[in-house]
């Protein structure tokens, strides 16, 4: 199975202060994403990227950036943290051809002040 | 706006039972996934079934794409299966972006 590692796995955050949040993959998947998890809400898609040096917008982008540096590695930025932005963040990843299976990370758990 | 219903939103069974559990989608698929999660857990994959039917262990995913619903069984459940199922729909051709549903809940008493 994939190997997604998130880090950090818990961050404690105030309000105005920057977060990056970092995903590797060991397996060369192209694509790669970031989720959020609430209560109510579900899994929701905060950005992707189809490969290095590429970042999309998912469904919910605002207030956060992607990074795509290298195959293995995507991150998420919160410029501007905000209380709003509390929750579990995942990484996963797939290929880009069939079977679009997508892998997961354990999970970021962010708490903004 | 792509949408994934899941039924029920809860479960309770009692150890050996089987489960039944439903995805409904608002368009037409071609990438289904079922997954698990503990709370506050990690997503693990269990079935990708983009169509027909697929078992892994006791678990069998079916799914009907012109009906666009798939299924999970689950046959003598255990209460290690205890937790949140979620199923997750998505396009080839669109960066296979995942939407998911809202999960069942199911919890196997002894």
């Known amino acids: 199975e994939a190997a997604v590692t998130q880090s950090p796995r818990n961050k404690v955050a105030v309000t105005g202060g920057k977060v990056t949040l970092s995903c590797n993959q060991t397996?060369?998947?192209?694509?790669m994403y970031w989720y959020r998890q609430d209560t109510g809400h579900g899994l929701r898609l905060i950005h992707y990227?189809?490969?290095?040096?590429?970042?999309e917008k998912g469904d919910i982008p605002d207030g956060y950036k992607a990074s795509r540096p290298s195959q293995e590695n995507f991150s998420l930025i919160l410029e501007l943290a905000t209380p709003s932005q509390t929750s579990v963040y995942f990484c996963?990843?797939?290929?880009?051809?069939?079977?679009?299976?997508?892998?997961f990370g354990p999970g970021t758990r962010l708490t903004v002040l | 706006e792509q949408q994934v219903q899941q039924s029920p939103a809860s479960l309770v069974l009692q150890e050996g039972e089987n489960a039944e559990l439903q995805c409904s989608f608002s368009?037409?698929?071609?990438?289904v996934q079922w997954f698990y999660q503990r709370p506050g857990g990690r997503l693990v994959s269990l079935l990708y079934?983009?169509?027909g039917t697929k078992q892994s262990g006791r678990l069998t995913s079916t799914t009907v794409i012109k009906e666009r619903r798939s299924s999970l069984h689950i046959s003598s459940s255990q209460i290690t299966d205890s937790g949140t199922y979620l199923c997750?729909?998505?396009?080839?051709?669109?960066?296979?972006?995942?939407?998911f549903g809202a999960g069942t809940r199911l919890a196997v008493c002894p």
């Open positions: 996963a990843s797939g290929d880009s051809g069939a079977p679009y299976e997508q892998y």
């Open positions: 397996n060369n998947h192209n694509n």
């Open positions: 990227s189809y490969g290095a040096g590429s970042t």
């Open positions: 368009i037409f698929t071609n990438q």
């Open positions: 079934n983009p169509s």
């Open positions: 997750a729909m998505g396009l080839s051709g669109s960066f296979n972006k995942l939407t």
